[in-house]
């Protein structure tokens, strides 16, 4: 795994140092697009870049902003157009069917902004909180909304952090791939309870 975060960490400081703004705006929009490139990573380099001087706090915190919500509407398209098929032909298979689906369409729909807000301020769930939002057909100008703005303080604390750190913005890595994990687990555990809640329930009624 250390090596992995260390491919990530060479991967995104390469991106930025080449491309500036644009690479911050490319890695944050790929990190938003249900592809774990960390943000823990790209935003505090970013934020030594504008120790360095070579951006500014602002510009840079807007072209990750704006990544962000790249990367969230390219998911939540996805979802909303291949999503929906996908989980009407194999949902079955991990137990989630219509009713569960109009659920999640009626969670959406009454507090889809507090859940996309919130699940932009969390690690691991940030990057894919778009994509059920679209199966679920949240309204697309509402979801862009409050992904922006649970992006923009994200972008923001991160890049100051890394600012304040300044040549030594790797050191607070090893905690957020320990917080990273952490959230991972609990979202596999609430999963596989939710999964084994759902195989009893179909076993009583058989």
Known sequence: METILSNLAQFVISVISLFGYLGVFLAMAIESACIPL???????????????????????????TLGNLFGALVAYYIGLWGGRPFIKRFGRYIFIHDRELSNAERLFERRGELTVFIGRLLPVVRTFISLPAGI?????????????????????????????????WNTL???????????GILILMLLGYWINKKRKLLMSKS
Not at 139 to 155: D, H, R, S
Not at 173 to 183: A, C, E, N, Q, S
């Open 38 to 64: 960390p943000s823990e990573i790209i935003l505090p380099f970013t934020g030594y870049m504008v120790f360095l001087g070579r951006f500014t706090l602002w510009q840079a915190t807007i072209a990750a």
């Open 136 to 168: 679920a057909r949240m309204n697309a100008v509402k979801m862009a909304i409050y992904t922006v703005a649970g992006a923009l303080p994200w972008c923001l604390m991160l890049i100051i952090v890394g600012q304040k750190l300044g040549e030594n």
């Open 173 to 183: 890595k090893p905690l957020f791939h320990r917080l990273d994990l952490f959230v």
